[in-house]
C-alpha cells in the first residue's frame, strides 16, 4: 500500500541520504513530495519550496532530513500536514519536537527511512 511520504531536506545531490530516500520511496512504490529549501528534481518530482509552506493533502509519512538546529522554524508547517507519523532520521534526532507531535497524536520514530523500507517495516 502506497504512503504519501514527505522529504523534508530533498536534494538532487546523489551523495545524500534524502536522495537515495526519494529513490528507494519510489521504488517501492510510495508517492513522494520532496520540499526543501533548494529546488530542482529528484526521483522525477519537483522540489517544493519549504518556504512557501505549501499545503499537501493525505500525508502518512514525514521523513526528516534537516538537523534539529533547523527544525524549530518548522515545526507548525509540519505538524500542520497532520502525518501519521514522522520518522526522524539518524542526525535528525529532537526531542523537543518529537514530543510536539506525539502530543497531536502523530507517531514519532528514530529511525531510518532506507533501512524501514529495506526491512519491510515502512
Known sequence: MSKKTVIVGATNNPARYAYL?????????????PISIKTGEVAGREILDIR???AIEGVD??????????QPEWYEYILSLKPK??????????????????????EATEACTLVLLRSRQF
Not at 509519512?61 to 533547523?70: A, F, N, R, S
Not at 532520521?89 to 507531535?101: D, I, S, V
Open 21 to 33: 530516500a526519494a529513490s528507494m520511496l519510489t521504488e517501492y512504490n510510495h508517492e513522494i513530495v
Open 52 to 54: 512557501k509552506k505549501p
Open 61 to 70: 509519512t514525514v521523513t526528516l532530513y534537516i538537523g534539529p538546529q533547523h
Open 85 to 106: 507519523r514522522i520518522i526522524f532520521n539518524p542526525g535528525t534526532e529532537n526531542e523537543e519536537f518529537e514530543k510536539l507531535a506525539e502530543d497531536q497524536g502523530i
